[in-house]
């Protein structure tokens, strides 16, 4: 399968990031993507943006030859009620919106409760992707949060960064494969992301593509090779959650 959509991305606005906006999008376009995000870190990320950065997001162009610029968040979850570090008012006005567990932004609990903080930020009308749900920063009920997914629609990442050699994340590819196993039960989309800090990895996929591969994931059910399919799933999700 082809990506032309990677929607998980940070510049240097992020604060542990390497590339620009500007060479962000050309990479980009030179890749061939018809859908790109950038998805700055939210501000309890140390180093990262303050709130004030995305109000003035409408004066960044959002198309580019063939390619639509998603300008958007990776907000953090910030704790068991899904509540995360970005006001609504501001959340409301971002073309993507990802929100995420970080260890610099979260204070682990119970199973339930950590699996709560997913699932509450999941039914949120603000959120549409769990960004790498299970890479091993909360332990989780899996089966719980992918089960909220198909009812919620809110997509699950399968987290390219998070599986690549030298991350220390020892946890994420057995609970990425748990994860993959019920959403092939379930028929449950997913979203491969990238989570490029750097231009040299946008769209890179190799890691989450060749997993979902050895388990012979669906491909009909990864929504990266179709940049209309996922567009038309956003507005379905988002007017489910009205």
Known sequence: MKSVVDLHTHSIVSGHAYSTL?????????IGLKLFGVTEHGPNMPGSCQSIYYRNLCVVPRQYGDMRLLMGSEMNIIDFYGNVDLPENITRTLDIRIAGLHS?????GTIAENTDAIINAMKRHDVDIISHPVDGTADLDIKAIVQCSAETKTLLELNNSSLRPGRDKPKARTNFIEMLGYCKQMNVPIILGSDAHITYDVANHTYAYALAEELSFPEELIMNGDDIRFLNYLEEMRNSKL
């Open 22 to 30: 500007s060479e962000m999008i050309d990479a980009a376009q030179k």
């Open 104 to 108: 610099r932004a979260f204070t682990n």
